[in-house]
């Protein structure tokens, strides 16, 4: 749901020309958003709670894990398949929203930046695709499509590194599964299609 509000929202500030009340009902939505979270008896604010205390919290093993994994890498890693914290399960469920950390522990924080910049790159790329659409309904298609992207690998970094409460969203391309690879596949191929009538310097 995240995710779709964000596609929308973006969308929306890309066409409206009312820039400064759309900032302003975004910013008011993530502040009560924010407050629910800290107030509502719920397991979202478990899941704020585990945040603020993975050390001490009975089910922040996972975040702690994966922390360890991240830390252990060094700037190099441990090598491709070398993971520690991987083969004997310490991180559950590491081939699916905990891939990251596993790449940070076997290559290192080398491997973490060039997998961000490949991100970055592809995120810019979409960019110039959206900008230089000449039809307006292709060019929101990129953009929705690109904030989809971007916002899940946000998330699911964010996630990993325990900057934001954990949630389930995947690495695009990385993380193992059927549907979530299956719609990023479609969106990618939609975009290439948009792409093939346009020329980008």
Request: aromatic share 10%; proline share 4%.
């Given at each position: 749901a995240l995710v779709v509000c964000s596609m929308i929202g973006v969308m929306l500030f890309v066409v409206s020309p009312k820039m400064k009340e759309l900032i302003f009902t975004a910013g008011g939505g993530m502040l009560l958003l924010f407050v629910y979270l800290l107030t509502a008896n719920s397991y979202r604010n478990e899941r704020v709670q585990i945040w603020l205390h993975p050390e001490s919290h009975k089910k922040g093993f996972q975040t702690m894990q994966a922390l360890y994994a991240i830390g252990s890498g060094g700037i190099f890693g441990k090598g491709f398949g070398n993971s520690v914290q991987k083969k004997p399960g310490f991180i559950p469920e590491s081939h699916n929203d905990m891939i990251f950390s596993i790449i940070c522990e076997e290559l290192g924080l080398f491997g973490a930046v060039c997998l961000i910049l490949v991100f970055v790159a592809l995120i810019f790329r979409m960019l110039l695709i959206a900008l230089n659409t000449e039809d307006l309904f292709g060019?929101?298609?990129?953009?929705?499509?690109?904030?989809?992207?971007?916002?899940?690998?946000?998330?699911?970094?964010?996630?990993?590194?325990?900057?934001?409460?954990?949630?389930?969203?995947?690495?695009?391309?990385?993380?193992?599964?059927?549907t979530s690879i299956l719609v990023v596949m479609i969106e990618m191929g939609i975009v290439l299609s948009i792409s093939k009538k346009i020329h980008i310097r």
């Amino acid at each position: 749901a995240l995710v779709v509000c964000s596609m929308i929202g973006v969308m929306l500030f890309v066409v409206s020309p009312k820039m400064k009340e759309l900032i302003f009902t975004a910013g008011g939505g993530m502040l009560l958003l924010f407050v629910y979270l800290l107030t509502a008896n719920s397991y979202r604010n478990e899941r704020v709670q585990i945040w603020l205390h993975p050390e001490s919290h009975k089910k922040g093993f996972q975040t702690m894990q994966a922390l360890y994994a991240i830390g252990s890498g060094g700037i190099f890693g441990k090598g491709f398949g070398n993971s520690v914290q991987k083969k004997p399960g310490f991180i559950p469920e590491s081939h699916n929203d905990m891939i990251f950390s596993i790449i940070c522990e076997e290559l290192g924080l080398f491997g973490a930046v060039c997998l961000i910049l490949v991100f970055v790159a592809l995120i810019f790329r979409m960019l110039l695709i959206a900008l230089n659409t000449e039809d307006l309904f292709g060019s929101l298609v990129v953009i929705g499509f690109m904030t989809h992207i971007a916002i899940q690998v946000f998330i699911n970094i964010a996630v990993v590194t325990n900057t934001i409460p954990p949630t389930g969203i995947p690495l695009p391309f990385i993380s193992y599964g059927g549907t979530s690879i299956l719609v990023v596949m479609i969106e990618m191929g939609i975009v290439l299609s948009i792409s093939k009538k346009i020329h980008i310097r």
